[in-house]
């Protein structure tokens, strides 16, 4: 008898390898499988691999602007910043004015990503991404009311998820700001824990106007929710039931969601909140015995329990644009009025941009700045070839966030009293305020590092985990373990392979790893993220391996796991800027600083993990393979960070790309006063040098002897004067701060 060498595999390999996994590997509950399923893999599945492939990196088209969205933004874009006095939204009105508004309404500011057969203006996810960007700097509030309806709103649920007829009532009255939605999700008794939620729909029998229906009757209390208290259609996300069997034969149908009117009978819409002195329109709201018709669920009753999902669908691709857009124009915005301002305030005679103190804060900033652009400009790419990757975007909430975050932080040390003061003329106030609401909404990012980077990357976007993971769960027997019999030799080789790569990728220093053709000087920063990717793929497999369910309770071990697949998919995407910007050599201070902060940001989270791992042994061997020391990175140097610093203290090319053109009314007059002050010392600047090398103190003493002309003593005047009026800080009469009469 002819030996069959595939049964005897299946019986005496598989099988057994099949019942280990089982009582190994985690246990996915229904809410965890939703939010894995949610979206799809991108670049996060080429870097999970081990070996990304990075001629198809290179291929993917840069992000571009129709000529409609470059008109759009060059016109009602342009006049809705020039409306926008941040200083009054926040401290006098608490809210937009009123022609702000109508502008919002009016122009389809509602409707970015609404298509246009329904009257939107049916944007690409660049255009969208740039017109926050825009008014981000600008206002937050006005920014935040943007988004809202752009993003979570029930525009991209509907269009995702709904029937013909809701999309066909509802889009073009959300276009026209007709319909003013927000989106009800977060309940006091359940944040991030959506199967905590206790708001409730029962489908039950109802009278209406003399009529019996059936429909929803709908019990909820929600908080947090922005544009509520402005809100005329809620999006509600809620637990469904159905105890009389109405429509099926489950009781417990689960997480639903419906539009709701905010005008119906048993609506109360609360006061409003004030997130961390934002004006933005954010309040809590409530409902007791409301009844809709069951045609008010998202796309009808055959999506009834399916919420979850559908919010994660949506979320994947949102979470991705708007904050993120947000925080890449805070990072930019903060590294360039650092540096000017650096530039332009003095001390000890000397601008304070010249003490290494301060060169560090900005080396750092321009870094950020450059990195988290180029990140949201190759996530809008993805998005606009169709993908809705949520690791991705879970990465690219997390991480921007956390660098305006830090580069905020920055400018606000640069600029020390300048920034503390608050008035007008303060134009880091408003931003460094906005930072905790960043942080925490679309997901808190204690919540998003600690639990869905990796825990849904680990599993998403690995090449075989989800698939054999599915195989465990196979009710038939049988049939799971034919398809894990597939499944685990070919992921058997695959690591294999990778180990190999990793060991010698991690032993030679990356030397002899692959790097793409025509990257230029850029090309040891390709093979040393094919070294980290391989170290990664090693590390993620062991862990996986070694924990199975108890990792999903080794948070900080997940987390550190996670931050390497960030640093990985940003130093992508900052190389990508690099190349499609056409490898600037006066740009590679910046891609250096960038790539050497983010080896060294890897490395450090490797050796944490394995300083952590469980099984000592193991992390014994892990580190032999991975992380040898003799080849270990280190940070920056001064001198680069110095270098980068350089780029904003002076008008250069390189500056221009980094921090873009000033949009044009779009930033105030202290700005525009700032970037003034910034031309004319820089013009003044060798005339100042000429004086001091002189030996007389003061160019007025220099211009009484005859050192320096009448005209240029005129440029030093306009330069001290543009100074002066910068580094002026706002103050107030006493009566100016009574509130309400007291």
């Keep these: 008898m002819e030996w069959d060498w595939r049964r005897w595999r299946r019986k005496w390999l598989t099988e057994p390898l099949y019942r280990m996994a089982q009582g190994a590997m985690p246990r996915l509950s229904a809410t965890e499988q939703e939010a894995i399923e949610a979206g799809d893999v991108w670049w996060d599945a080429q870097l999970f691999s081990g070996r990304p492939d990075w001629n198809r990196f290179l291929a993917t088209p ?124 977060t309940s006091p008794e359940a944040g991030s824990d959506a199967a905590a939620m206790t708001d409730t729909g029962v489908i039950c029998r109802h009278v209406v106007d003399g009529v019996e229906q059936i429909g929803i009757l709908l019990n909820w209390r929600k908080r947090y929710i922005t544009l509520s208290p ?22 417990d149908l689960g997480i639903s969601v419906a539009l709701v009117p905010t005008d119906l009978p048993g609506i109360t819409i609360g006061r409003r909140h004030l997130p961390a002195m934002q004006a933005f329109q954010n ?40 904050l993120p857009s947000l925080a890449a124009a805070a990072c930019v915005f903060a590294a360039h009025t650092a540096g000017a301002y650096a530039r332009v305030r003095t001390q ?17 900033t321009a870094a950020n700045a450059y990195l988290v652009e180029g990140a949201r400009r190759f996530t809008c790419s993805g998005l606009d070839m169709g993908h809705k990757p949520s690791v991705v975007s879970a990465i690219m909430k997390l991480h921007a966030t956390e660098r305006m975050r830090q580069s905020v932080n920055d400018a606000m040390d640069v600029h020390a009293g300048k920034a503390v003061i608050d008035g007008p003329s303060n134009y880091l106030g408003g931003l460094y305020r906005a930072l905790p609401v960043g942080i925490t909404v679309e997901g808190a990012n204690i919540v998003t590092r600690n639990l869905i980077v990796f825990g ?20 038939d027997q049988e049939a799971g373990m034919d398809a894990f019999d597939g499944l ?46 391989a170290a990664f793929s090693v590390l993620s497999e062991m862990t996986v391996l070694s924990l199975g369910g108890s990792l999903k309770r080794r948070e900080m071990l997940s987390a550190r796991l996670g931050d390497i697949l960030a640093e990985l998919y940003l130093l992508s995407a900052m190389l990508k800027r690099w190349h499609d910007e056409g490898q600037h050599e006066a740009d590679l201070p910046l891609v250096k600083v960038c790539a050497f902060q983010g080896f060294s940001t890897i490395e450090k989270r490797i050796d944490d993990i394995l300083h952590n791992y469980p099984s000592r042994w193991l992390a014994g061997l892990l580190r032999l393979m991975v992380l040898p020391p003799f080849t270990r990175v280190r940070p920056p140097t001064d001198a680069a960070l110095a270098g980068c610093a350089q780029i904003l203290l002076e ?67 306009e330069a001290e004067k543009a100074a002066a009026r910068v580094i002026q800080v706002d103050d107030f009469a006493a009566d100016e701060f009574a509130r309400s009469g007291h």
């Design 488 to 533: 685990i030799w070919k992921h058997i080789g695959h690591s294999a392979g990778t180990m190999l790569r990793a060991i010698g990728h991690a032993w030679s220093g990356a030397l002899f790893a692959a790097s793409p053709k025509g990257v230029g000087r850029a090309a040891p920063f390709y093979r040393r993220i094919n070294r980290y990717a």
């Design 456 to 475: 849904q990357g680990a599993i998403r976007a690995h090449p075989y985990l989800m698939k054999e993971l599915q195989a465990l769960a196979d009710s």
């Design 62 to 185: 840069p992000a571009k602007l129709s000529p409609d969205e470059q008109a759009f933004l060059d016109g009602p874009v342009a006049r809705l910043c020039a409306m926008l006095d941040d200083w009054d939204i926040s401290w006098n009105r608490y809210d937009l004015p009123p022609q702000v508004w109508s502008v919002l309404k009016e122009q389809g500011f509602f409707g970015m990503i609404i298509p246009r057969e329904y009257g939107g203006l049916g944007f690409s996810a660049y255009a969208h991404s740039e017109v926050v960007r825009r008014i981000s700097v600008q206002s937050v509030t006005a920014a935040v009311t943007v988004m809202v309806p752009n993003s979570l709103g029930p525009g991209e649920l509907l269009m995702q998820f709904g029937t013909q007829a809701q999309r066909d009532h509802w889009l073009p009255r959300l276009a026209r700001g007709q319909e003013i939605p927000s989106f009800g999700l």
């Design 230 to 251: 402005v809100a005329t259609v809620l999006g509600l996300a809620f637990k469904l039931y159905d105890p009389d069997h109405l429509v099926g034969d489950k009781t």
């Design 651 to 717: 008008p250069s090319e390189a500056r221009m790309r980094l921090v873009g053109e000033v949009w044009s009314n779009c930033n105030g007059r202290a700005v525009e006063d700032l970037e003034q002050a910034f031309d004319l010392v820089v013009k003044a600047q060798p005339l100042m040098d000429s004086v001091r090398h002189s030996g007389l103190k003061d160019w007025r003493v220099a211009h009484a002897k005859g050192a320096i002309s009448d005209q240029q003593a005129q440029v030093l005047e």
């Design 348 to 364: 000890f005679g000397v601008p304070i941009g010249k003490f290494e103190g301060v060169q560090e804060k900005l080396g750092r």
């Design 283 to 322: 309040g809590p709201n409530e409902g007791k015995d409301v009844f809709v018709p069951l045609d008010a669920l998202i796309g009808g009753i055959d999506k009834a329990g399916h919420g979850w999902a559908m919010l994660m669908s949506a979320l994947a691709a949102g979470r991705g644009i708007s």
